[in-house]
Structure formats: C-alpha cells, structure tokens
C-alpha cells in the first residue's frame, strides 16, 4: 500500500522568505499527487496536482512542485511566502489504477509571521 | 461555487454514544467518501461510496461505522458506540466523476470536529 511522509511538522517563515515543504512517497508504480491546503477553520482545497507529463506542476496561489521520480519526492515551493499563506499543507498520492481513495500525509504546518 | 456541508461543526458526546455526522455532497457527484484526522495525525481514509454501497473501507471503518444516503442529498457516517479514541475531526468529501483521481478533483467539507469523553 502506497504511504506518504511529510517531514516538516511546523514550519515558521518571515513574509517573503522562500518556502519549500517536503512530501516523499512510497509506491513503486504509477502514481497521481496532490497537495491541499487547510487554512485556519476552511475545508480542504486543492492547490496543485500532478499526472503526467511536464514534473514541474504550477498551481494556485503561486505555488508549485516538482515531482522527482528517482527521488519519490513531489516538494511544494513558494518563492515568497506571504502571511496569508499561513494553513496546514497536505501532501496526497493515490495510484493510476482505478478510483483507489487518496493515501494523506501528516501535514505540515505553515505560519508565516510579518 | 457549490461546496460540500457538513454538521455539526463539532459535538461532544459520551464515550458508549451514538453519532452522527452529516454530509451534503455537491449535487452532481457520485462519489462520496469520509476521511478522518486524530489531532496531530495525518488525514486517513474511511470509506468510499457508490450507487448507494460501500466501494472501499479501510480498517478503521469497523462495524462501529456505518454510512447511508438516506435521502439523496445527505450522506451520513455513524458511529454506533463512540469510544475515546474516536476523537477526530472527521472530514466528508465527494467527487463527480469516476475513473479515479484522473477525472474528478475531490472537494472537502469543512470537517466536523467530534470530542469523546
């Protein structure tokens, strides 16, 4: 069964610092990956997501990742964070084969202070 | 923009309490699933739902839990005897199409947040 690792638990940045959030993964065969976004008392949303093709997936907001498959690692970046990017980030994967249910991180959690 | 519903926004129960946590899906999906986070956890998947059964369960989803679309805009999750390990905030989602993550983004609710004592 695939499994998702998120190393950074809190994460603490000044405003235009850059930002990048760890996600490796464990699956040897075709995977489909995502990040979510949480802000503080909102739903879960979709910030950028990857099939196939281009390994540099641009989302909203600014953000993207980069899936490195040798590496089984899909790390999110922001070049300058602001403090309304402060939420729990969410790495998820789930497998190319049929409607199999996304495999979650644990989150990371983003504070961005001024 | 349509979203997903959920409430209550967080109950308090007894531990040995009946639950439930309800759920309004997007009105033009087909897919329902619950996910649930433990404070401090990752979020973990419960149960699928389609064409009225259950597709998929994890271990978690034991028979403690059940889920039903009484009505055919609701979609609920039960729990028959809460225990103090079922805190959680406990998250619905659903999505419209199938063929897996490829056709259908999964939209979340907000969670329902559910304290055992």
């Known amino acids: 069964a695939q499994s998702v690792s998120q190393h950074n638990h809190h994460v603490i940045l000044s405003e235009a610092a850059s930002l990048e959030l760890g996600c490796n993964y464990s699956?040897?065969?075709?995977?489909?990956l995502f990040w979510y976004v949480q802000y503080p008392g909102q739903h879960l949303q979709l910030l950028l997501k990857?099939?196939?093709?281009?390994?540099l997936v641009k989302g909203i907001k600014g953000f993207e990742a980069e899936f490195i498959k040798s590496k089984f690692s899909f790390n999110l970046r922001k070049p300058s964070v602001q403090w309304s990017d402060t939420a729990e980030y969410f790495c998820?994967?789930?497998?190319?084969?049929?409607?199999?249910?996304?495999?979650f991180g644990k989150g990371t959690r983003l504070s961005v202070i001024a | 923009e349509p979203e997903v519903t959920q409430t209550p926004s967080h109950q308090v129960t007894q531990m040995g309490q009946e639950v439930i946590l309800r759920c309004v899906p997007i009105?033009?999906?087909?897919?329902f699933y619950w996910y649930r986070q433990i404070l401090g956890q990752k979020v973990e998947f419960l149960v699928s739902?389609?064409?009225?059964?259950?597709?998929?369960k994890s271990e978690i989803f034991d028979d403690q839990f059940s889920v039903e679309r009484p009505d055919g805009s609701n979609f609920t999750l039960k729990i028959r005897s809460t225990k103090l390990e079922d805190s959680a905030m406990y998250f619905c989602?659903?999505?419209?199409?199938?063929?897996?993550?490829?056709?259908?983004?999964?939209?979340f609710g907000e969670g329902s947040r559910l304290t055992v004592l």
């Open positions: 989602a659903s999505r419209r199409t199938s063929g897996g993550a490829r056709t259908g983004e999964l939209f």
């Open positions: 699956y040897g065969g075709t995977v489909n």
């Open positions: 990857y099939f196939s093709g281009d390994p």
């Open positions: 998820a994967v789930t497998t190319n084969s049929g409607n199999t249910p996304l495999v």
């Open positions: 009105s033009n999906h087909l897919y």
């Open positions: 739902f389609y064409n009225n059964e259950i597709s998929e």
